[in-house]
């Protein structure tokens, strides 16, 4: 028995140099990892074609995190007229000036354009007496007053252009404006909020039923700059109890392809529109209001069990596409755990905080 012990002892040291060949530091990530996935694939049902941007974090660690949500605002910070409808843990949102549009039934936006980060639109709203940096600037503003957090805990995810809201006669696929119901455009801006330099995913949007739903489902800041002294805030905050280890070793975004690719094959993924590498909310087994944020490899992208089924757009009445008809859903890639996240498992403990590796166990 103690011969076999020792060949067993053996047998786990030369896995376990074998294993630490694999595993990378985020600086080796980031010299690694080509800044696109560029491939096509010819699968039994149909031709894939991926071109995606690959994200990585520019940090120089890769932490492990206890977190929970943000604590409520103290209202005494907030303005006078402030309109609160939420203050909970890690959600708040309050309404100042004249933020609020009640859009009645012949009431609409004449444009409402998206504009991806992290630079700012060069473009104006509707005769708007203020700037995309002035929308910025004031998020920044309130985020600091509210919670004594300055810009480099969040990135600029995507900017909103509003025109004014108009009366219009006719289809509102068709419509004929007729009066200016407010005096100038808006402006919101989504600021994304990063751990430690690292972006979070909650990783339970394919609604399968089993999360725990007591995470947040984004971490992030929403502000409407409305008017001259109109404005909404949206938030929805982590807040950082511990850094567990200051860094860990990853699995690479090769090792990640792999498990993408099956999907692929298998006829499940057929476009990806995001792939980053970041962090997702693990259950603490001892305190329910803490959770840990582990690396994972992060896609989302057209997907569906059924690998005979095509998407199917959706035309609007002048012809033009209105929807791609593409359904999108998360795959994600657990960058500690070698596995993707199986979003069939019903078990309560499943999204449990697992076994870490850390760079002290590898040696």
């Not at 039994?44 to 690959?54: E, G, P, Q, S, V």
């Not at 890769?62 to 203050?87: G, Q, T």
């Not at 905080?353 to 002290?360: A, K």
Request: aromatic share 12%; charged share 25%.
């Amino acid at each position: 028995m103690k011969k076999l012990m020792c060949v067993l002892m053996a047998m786990l040291m030369m896995l376990s140099a074998a294993s630490a060949e694999e595993w990378c530091s985020i600086a080796d990530i980031r010299e690694q990892t080509p800044a696109r996935w560029t491939q096509t694939y010819e699968t039994k049902w149909r031709t894939i074609t991926i071109d995606a941007a690959i994200e990585v974090p520019q940090v120089e660690a890769f932490p492990i995190l206890k977190v929970r949500k943000m604590p409520v605002v103290d209202e005494s910070l907030l303005p006078a007229d402030a309109d609160v409808r939420y203050n909970a843990p890690g959600w708040f949102q309050f309404y100042t000036g004249k933020a609020e549009y009640v859009m009645k039934s012949n009431t609409m936006f004449k444009s409402i354009n998206h504009y991806p980060g992290p630079e700012l639109p060069d473009v104006l709203a509707e005769d708007c007496s203020f700037t995309p940096q002035d929308a910025l600037d004031l998020a920044y503003e309130r985020i600091n007053h509210l919670y004594g957090m300055d810009s480099i805990h969040f990135r600029l995810d995507e900017t909103l252009v509003y025109s004014r809201i108009w009366q219009y006669k006719g289809k509102k696929s068709n419509p004929t404006y007729t009066k200016a119901i407010t005096d100038e455009g808006s402006y919101k801006v989504e600021l994304w909020q990063l751990l430690y330099g690292v972006p979070y995913f909650a990783c339970n949007e394919t609604g399968d039923g089993y999360e725990p739903g007591s995470w947040l489902s984004d971490a992030r800041v929403s502000v409407a700059h409305r008017g001259a002294d109109g404005y909404m805030v949206l938030t929805s905050l982590w807040q950082v109890e511990e850094v567990v280890y200051a860094d860990v070793p990853l699995l690479s975004f090769a090792d990640a392809k792999l498990a993408f690719e099956k999907e692929i094959m298998a006829g499940r993924l057929r476009t990806v529109d995001t792939i980053a590498l970041g962090c997702a909310p693990y259950t603490d087994p001892t305190d329910p209001d803490v959770f840990w944020l582990l690396p994972v490899w992060y896609v989302k992208g057209g997907y569906t069990t059924d690998s005979k089924r095509e998407f199917t757009p959706f035309y609007d009445v002048d012809g033009s596409i209105a929807d791609d008809g593409i359904e999108r859903r998360e795959i994600v890639f657990e960058a500690q755990q070698d596995d993707l996240i199986d979003y069939t498992d019903s078990r309560k403990n499943r999204r449990r905080v697992p076994t870490i590796v850390t760079w002290e166990t590898l040696r």
